[in-house]
């Protein structure tokens, strides 16, 4: 099993990148996926979630802080989820990580590590004032 995230960097405030994750070595449409973020010195926080693909209703949750920054997809053929990160804010640095739960996640469960059975390494955003 795989996640691999990508597309992080250095960007003013203001800017936008475009998170990829890439995952295999298991059913991606079975598996809801979350976006996490970690800076230094604080805990892991969810940022966002795409619920799985068998599902077939496209549910989605972001996180207060990035709600109409950012937008969650995914691209069923390549079994990759994206995050696309607008308007980015120097409280936005931090390592940002994909996670995928086999569960039905709801807008309260969602941002428990707990729920999530795979991790990718993180890709690190910095976002400078």
């Known amino acids: 099993v795989q996640l691999v995230e990508s597309g992080g960097g250095l960007v003013q405030a203001g800017g936008s990148l475009r998170l990829s994750c890439a995952t295999s070595?298991?059913?991606?449409?079975?598996?809801?996926i979350g976006w996490f973020r970690q800076a230094p010195g604080k805990e892991r926080e969810a940022v966002s979630y795409?619920?799985?693909?068998?599902?077939?209703?496209?549910?989605?949750y972001y996180a207060d802080s990035v709600k109409g920054r950012f937008t969650i997809s995914s691209d069923n053929a390549k079994n990759t989820v994206f995050l696309q990160m607008n308007t980015l804010k120097p409280e936005d640095t931090a390592v940002y990580y994909c996670?995928?739960?086999?569960?039905?996640?709801?807008?309260?469960?969602?941002?428990?590590?707990?729920?999530?059975?795979?991790w990718g390494q993180g890709t690190q955003v910095t976002v400078s004032s």
């Open positions: 070595g298991f059913t991606f449409d079975d598996y809801a």
């Open positions: 996670a995928a739960s086999r569960y039905v996640l709801s807008h309260r469960t969602y941002a428990y590590t707990a729920w999530y059975d795979y």
């Open positions: 795409i619920s799985k693909i068998s599902r077939s209703d496209g549910v989605t």
